[in-house]
């Protein structure tokens, strides 16, 4: 059973597109958050939720919209996407710092 | 704010040798964790050690060695006798535990080549 899991994998898609990346987890985590990985491997934080709740935000532009149904679900809705969009996107959970934090495999967004 | 500084970008080494990566971070936490991930070419993130802040024993884990020195506000890791199947890129990290820097700050990463 995968503990963080993000679909899709990979997603190509055309400039100006909207495109969701969806991301749960079911290891009971009240944390979940959304880190971007730029074509030099620089993994930063974008989103933080707590219990459905937005905590951090940093300075992402208003394209990206996460939405957090649920404790267990943290997805990512990017409109107008850009060539600069082109990323991997990691998602990951934590129920606190001290347990440390458990990441999904990624999605690796290709825009044309 | 809270920053990791990987100064060195890529190293390359010949099987066998021993590599240190070098991580130095800065925070304003007086309670904080040290984390060192490894990236290999298929892409995941895989979680290599967590260290708090309180615990400044060194430690070994096979052919793995962080030393956390937090005088210098440094956590090195040593790969012993390097294998092909090291080579990677490999993220140091921290994160406080305060409102809001409770979230994970990745230095720059550091890629690492172990020819044959």
């Known amino acids: 059973d995968t503990a963080v899991s993000q679909t899709p994998k990979y997603l190509v898609t055309q400039m100006g597109n909207d495109k969701s990346i969806k991301c749960e987890q079911n290891?009971?985590?009240?944390?979940m958050y959304w880190y971007k990985q730029d074509s030099k491997k620089f993994l930063k934080i974008m989103f933080s939720y707590n219990n459905k709740e937005l905590i951090i935000n940093e300075t992402v532009p208003n394209r990206f919209s996460p939405k957090s149904p649920d404790k267990a679900h943290l997805n990512l809705h990017i409109n107008s996407l850009e060539l600069g969009d082109s990323a991997v996107y990691f998602c990951?959970?934590?129920?606190?710092?001290?347990?440390?934090?458990?990441f999904g495999s990624g999605t690796r967004l290709t825009v044309v | 704010a809270q920053k990791v500084t990987q100064a060195q970008t890529e190293i390359s080494v010949v099987e066998k040798e021993d590599v240190t990566l070098d991580c130095v971070y800065e925070?304003?936490?007086?309670?904080?964790?040290l984390f060192w991930y490894k990236q290999p070419p298929s892409g995941e993130l895989v979680f290599l050690i967590r260290?708090?802040?309180?615990?400044?024993q060194n430690e070994i884990s096979g052919r793995y060695s962080w030393n956390f020195q937090k005088s210098t506000s440094s956590f090195n890791f040593t790969i012993t006798a390097s294998q092909v199947v090291d080579s990677a890129v490999y993220f140091c990290a921290l994160s406080g535990t305060q409102g809001g820097s409770e979230k994970l700050v990745f230095g720059k990463g550091m890629k690492l080549t172990v020819n044959p």
């Open positions: 260290r708090n802040s309180f615990d400044e």
């Open positions: 925070t304003r936490d007086t309670t904080y964790y």
């Open positions: 290891l009971g985590h009240d944390t």
């Open positions: 990951a959970s934590s129920q606190g710092t001290s347990r440390g934090y458990t």
